[in-house]
């Protein structure tokens, strides 16, 4: 409601607080309610991706060769043949196996010649106890077949520093690198993702891969957490509305 006095307009904002009270509350419960209800959706979904990895984890189907610009599933069983690069390794620094602080050695593979290079993981090795020496990671550059599971590159959600800090001599001592930023030090194309090879106690490396994602009942247990939630804002909704109607019924 307006009044009028002198040259001004006074406004009585007393029938817009009312409103703002009426109607805000109820409105934003309704939006609670919707975001509690997709989070609990989303959790369901990704409490079905973990599935979907364990069984392609525990896939024992036959291998499949690689071929250039080849689609691939997480876990997915393949093989190939050709040659290990030597002089070009990478170790991955500060993986940490049983206690023990060491490197995941990624070595590059060639299978087509003058095509991508493969990164094949050959699995962990402690640090040596002299500090700077290096471990001992030689692997011959004859020809052979690789078999193991498509895999990727460690990570981290914030990586400390450059993925090298010194590109002075191989192997390359690296930091969570990506696919792009070992290719840049290759200077070749590499495939999107990494062969963890199979266990093979003679390679002196330890091969236990296993899926790092926790399993999908923690996403159950947030699915439900954020589904209950939605409920105790709906029933406190509609608690409130019937307490309303009832004293509007009362008044009339």
Do not use: C
Request: charged share 20%; aromatic share 10%.
């Amino acid at each position: 409601m307006q009044q009028k006095n002198g040259n001004y307009i006074v406004t009585d904002t007393a029938t817009g607080q009312r409103l703002l009270i009426r109607f805000v509350p109820p409105v934003a419960a309704l939006a609670l309610i919707v975001a509690f209800v997709a989070l609990g959706f989303w959790q369901l979904d990704r409490a079905a991706q973990k599935q979907a990895l364990a069984r392609a984890f525990a896939d024992e189907s036959a291998y499949s060769e690689i071929r250039e610009s080849m689609p691939f599933e997480p876990y997915q069983r393949l093989r190939t043949s050709g040659r290990y690069l030597p002089g070009r390794q990478f170790l991955i620094d500060n993986v940490v196996m049983d206690g023990r602080l060491g490197y995941f050695v990624i070595t590059p593979f060639e299978f087509e010649r003058a095509g991508p290079l493969l990164l094949a993981n050959r699995g962990w090795i402690g640090k040596p106890a002299e500090r700077g020496a290096l471990p001992e990671i030689e692997v011959a550059a004859d020809e052979v077949t690789v078999s193991g599971l498509a895999g990727r590159l460690p990570r981290v959600a914030i990586r400390p520093g450059t993925a090298f800090a010194d590109r002075s001599r191989w192997p390359r001592i690296a930091v969570y690198p990506n696919t792009e930023e070992i290719a840049t030090e290759l200077g070749r194309d590499v495939l999107p993702f990494v062969l963890l090879l199979l266990p093979d106690p003679e390679s002196g490396l330890i091969r236990r891969w296993q899926p790092k994602e926790a399993g999908a009942m923690m996403h159950y247990g947030y699915a439900f957490q954020w589904f209950a939630m939605a409920t105790a804002v709906l029933i406190i909704l509609v608690w409130q509305i019937r307490k309303k109607i009832l004293h509007v019924a009362a008044k009339s």
